[in-house]
């Protein structure tokens, strides 16, 4: 039973497509994240929202959009992708300091 | 200079062999410490949690944290094979359950060899 799942694991798109991920917990945590891996396994936090409130909002273009319906759920939409955008996307969730994150997102633009 | 520094190895040690995995930090406002173990193609699992400066022990894991000088490790005694896997450190300077920022170091790479 997944605890923080997200879909699709692998997406290969072309430059100037846009993608969504899904991420969704089954925790009951009210936090939840978007951290980015480049291919150096740099991790990196993007946003998190508590609740389906915007509280963090790391340096990020605006392409970058995450939508939250309900506190069980975090999507991440990306608009007119490139290639720096090629990462592994991570979810997570939080109900004190430790993280449970999804097992990630590869997406690759070409 | 990255605020957290650690090297990406890779590490490579027999089996049974203790290993010693580091990273450095500059910002001195961190005070909550974490290990965690990334397996190829999967995400990060927490191994370890302190807070501030000390040791501690959970089976064959050891965390340490020196905090004059900004330095933590993580030992792993009797190293096993489903040990290989990327090690990240991570800090922050609070926790709470609001959303914590937490920054990491870049992994190191561990393979502990039969």
């Known amino acids: 039973d997944t605890a923080v799942s997200q879909t699709p694991k692998y997406l290969v798109t072309q430059m100037g497509n846009d993608k969504s991920i899904k991420c969704e917990q089954n925790?009951?945590?009210?936090?939840m994240y978007w951290y980015k891996q480049d291919s150096k396994k740099f991790l990196k936090i993007m946003f998190s929202?508590?609740?389906?409130?915007?509280?963090i909002n790391e340096t990020v273009p605006n392409r970058f959009s995450p939508k939250s319906p309900d506190k069980a759920h975090l999507n991440l939409h990306i608009n007119s992708l490139e290639l720096g955008d090629s990462a592994v996307y991570f979810c997570?969730?939080?109900?004190?300091?430790?993280?449970?994150f999804g097992e990630g997102s590869r997406l690759t633009v070409l | 200079q990255k605020e957290v520094e650690q090297d990406p190895g890779p590490l490579s040690v027999p089996e049974g062999a203790i290993v010693s995995l580091n990273c450095t930090y500059s910002n001195s406002a961190f005070q909550y410490f974490m290990w965690y173990r990334q397996y190829s193609r999967k995400g990060p699992e927490l191994l370890m949690y302190t807070y501030s400066s000390g040791n501690k022990e959970d089976g064959r894991f050891t965390a340490q944290v020196d905090k004059s000088s900004k330095y933590i490790s993580l030992f792993i005694r009797d190293s096993q094979p489903s040990d290989s896997a990327t090690y990240l450190c991570?800090?922050?300077?609070?926790?709470?359950?609001?959303?914590?920022?937490?920054?990491f170091g870049t992994g190191t790479q561990l393979k502990v060899e039969l």
């Open positions: 997570a969730s939080s109900v004190t300091g430790e993280l449970f």
């Open positions: 991570a800090m922050s300077p609070i926790l709470t359950g609001g959303g914590n920022k937490l920054t």
């Open positions: 925790l009951g945590h009210d936090t």
């Open positions: 929202y508590n609740n389906k409130e915007l509280i």
